[in-house]
Antibody, heavy 120, light 108 residues
Framework: EVHLVESGGGLIQPGGSLRLSCAAS????????MHWVRQAPGKGLVWVSR????????SYADSVRGRFTVSRDNAKDTLYLEMDSLRAEDTAVYYC?????????????WGQGTLVTVSS | SYVLTQPPSVSVAPGQTARITCGGD??????VHWYQQKPGQAPVLVIS???DRPSGIPERFSGSNSRNTATLTISRVEAGDEADYYC???????????FGTGTTVTVL
């Protein structure tokens, strides 16, 4: 069974940095595009970023471009999200998700999420 | 940026049919996917490519997409279908993935 486990969330002050990780198992990680999606408390899903299988192509939502960086280590089956210059509005549960059919346009497996709270 | 608009809430009696719409400019020309999210849980894919049901999703869930509206239909609604539902597409012009505003389904 495909398994995605996020970690690295926590309480961080505005302007700070945080790195999230997503450990993948039970599938050939390097073949699949991966995404980060976030959800502020009581709000809807918001797409954040995606990366292709070999890490050579990335895409970001306008709200995080220039502050967040997505990367992956295919040797460790792990996806990352480096978040800099954090703002209160970045407070959310962050989910990693796998793309269906390796590079399709839907997300077939999701982790349980990790909570990031940006507050002084 | 592309916007997908959903009704905030839909209420339905058990055994009846719930229809959740997802409106967007010419949304019928692209693939729309649907997710179910129950409180405290991660989203679950229920429909991909407008009409395809992943393995394990009941036949009661179906989808359609035409012109400016995609629709998720839940037939013979059960109490366990209470959840938030989101549509999603890939905007090829920006290489951005877009989620709808979300709809809370309440079973009366």
């Amino acid at each position: 069974e495909v398994h995605l486990v996020e970690s690295g969330g926590g309480l961080i002050q505005p302007g700070g940095s945080l790195r999230l990780s997503c450990a993948a198992s039970a599938f050939t990680f390097r073949r699949y595009w991966m995404h980060w999606v976030r959800q502020a408390p009581g709000k809807g899903l918001v797409w954040v970023s995606r990366i292709n299988g070999d890490g050579s192509s990335e895409s970001y939502a306008d709200s995080v471009r220039g502050r967040f960086t997505v990367s992956r280590d295919n040797a460790k089956d792990t996806l990352y999200l480096e978040m800099d210059s954090l703002r209160a509005e970045d407070t959310a549960v962050y989910y990693c998700a796998r793309v269906g059919e390796q590079s399709g346009s839907y997300l077939d497996y999701w982790g349980q999420g990790t909570l990031v709270t940006v507050s002084s | 940026s592309y916007v997908l608009t959903q009704p905030p809430s839909v209420s339905v009696a058990p055994g009846q049919t719930a229809r959740i719409t997802c409106g967007g400019d010419n949304v019928g020309s692209t693939d729309v996917h649907w997710y179910q999210q129950k409180p405290g849980q991660a989203p679950v894919l229920v429909i991909s490519y407008d009409t395809d049901r992943p393995s394990g999703i009941p036949e009661r869930f179906s989808g359609s997409n035409s012109r400016n509206t995609a629709t998720l239909t839940i037939s013979r609604v059960e109490a366990g279908d209470e959840a938030d539902y989101y549509c999603q597409l890939w905007d090829s012009s920006t290489d951005h993935y877009v989620f709808g505003t979300g709809t809370t389904v309440t079973v009366l």
